[in-house]
């Protein structure tokens, strides 16, 4: 018999994955849905009744984000418009059900080329927080995610929260499109991220943009961050964006879309964040 542990300490956790190889279970929306048909013979680590893992927490320099924090209550969170970005995102991953049990930690280490939370934590430079029972290290997520579903999280590990660093600049902002099949409850084909920074003369400062789906992990593109500095905050953005700026992208072909399809959707989407992004700035 495969055997199910919930322990209710972070250290009871961490001795119990120090001792024996153990599947991680937070919400379970990509746990169960992988394991369909099959027999459930994985021994788990529940880690839902870790209190310590819950609440998110504006700290001196960045916010905290922990492993349990679900999308709802991503939604729920009093966080600034640096967090639209990530905010939209949460309302369109599942239905209410799936984001009332489903954690941001679980969609990074999950890894999916089509997570819908990783773009946004790109272009917000986020860091992630892993614990073992011998260290605790803070990793930027550019550096977590390896490649499509792999990880630099070790078997002993938990990623116990994500870190946003606090922006510098006044005037900042995030926004997030998604494309799908359909208009909601259904697994992106491409989305855009981007987040900017502008000074009092509301000129931009600091430009992220990043589009998933396309490559095996989601894709900063730096050439257009930097074509975007020093314009002025406004729909006129969109007009920046050329293929070029795609270069970083590799999309495949597969049924929900081919690759040339995926690459034209991918510069128009990251064109309409840039414009909608820069006319509410
Ligand atoms: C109907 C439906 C619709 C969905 N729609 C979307 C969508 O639109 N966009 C999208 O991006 N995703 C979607 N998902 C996928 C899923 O809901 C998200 O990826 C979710 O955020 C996963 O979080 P979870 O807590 O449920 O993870 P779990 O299923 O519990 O875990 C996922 C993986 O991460 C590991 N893990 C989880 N937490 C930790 C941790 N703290 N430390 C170490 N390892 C950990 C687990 O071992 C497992 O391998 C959908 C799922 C369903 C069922």
């Given amino acids: 018999m495969p055997d199910y542990l919930r322990p209710t300490a972070l250290d009871d956790a961490l001795a119990a994955l120090s001792r024996r190889r153990l599947?991680?279970?937070?919400?379970?929306?990509?746990?169960?849905?992988?394991?369909?048909?099959?027999?459930l013979d994985d021994d788990v680590l529940d880690i839902t009744g870790l209190p310590s893992l819950h609440a998110?927490?504006?700290?001196?320099?960045?916010?905290?984000?922990p492993a349990l924090s679900t999308w709802t209550d991503?939604?729920?969170?009093?966080?600034?418009?640096?967090?639209?970005?990530?905010?939209?995102?949460a309302r369109e991953i599942g239905g209410r059900q799936v984001q009332n049990a489903g954690t941001l930690c679980g969609n990074l280490c999950n890894a999916s080329p089509a997570a819908d939370g990783v773009p946004v934590l790109l272009g917000l430079d986020a860091e992630v927080e892993l614990a073992s029972l011998e260290r605790r290290e803070t990793m930027p997520l550019a550096d977590f995610l390896r490649g499509n579903r792999e990880t630099a999280l070790a078997p002993d590990q938990l990623m116990v929260a994500v870190r946003v660093p606090k922006p510098r600049a006044e005037r900042t902002r995030g926004h997030f499109l998604k494309l799908g099949a359909r208009r909601y409850l259904v697994i992106s084909i491409v989305m855009a991220a981007a987040a900017l920074e502008a000074a009092a003369d509301g000129r931009i400062v600091r430009a992220a943009v990043a589009v998933g789906a396309c490559s095996p992990v989601a894709q900063r593109l730096p050439t257009l961050e930097q074509a975007l500095l020093g314009r002025p905050c406004d729909a006129a953005l969109g007009d920046a964006v050329t293929d070029a700026h795609m270069a970083p992208l590799a999309p495949l072909d597969d049924a929900r879309g081919s690759a040339?399809?995926?690459?034209?959707?991918?510069?128009?989407?990251?064109?309409?964040?840039l414009a909608e992004l820069g006319s509410m700035m």
């Fill in 23 to 39: 599947t991680v279970l937070a919400g379970g929306t990509d746990f169960y849905p992988a394991r369909v048909g099959e027999p």
């Fill in 260 to 273: 040339a399809y995926r690459m034209d959707a991918a510069r128009t989407l990251t064109a309409r964040t």
């Fill in 74 to 89: 991503i939604v729920r969170a009093d966080l600034p418009p640096w967090f639209d970005g990530l905010k939209l995102a």
């Fill in 56 to 65: 998110i927490e504006e700290r001196d320099d960045h916010w905290r984000i």
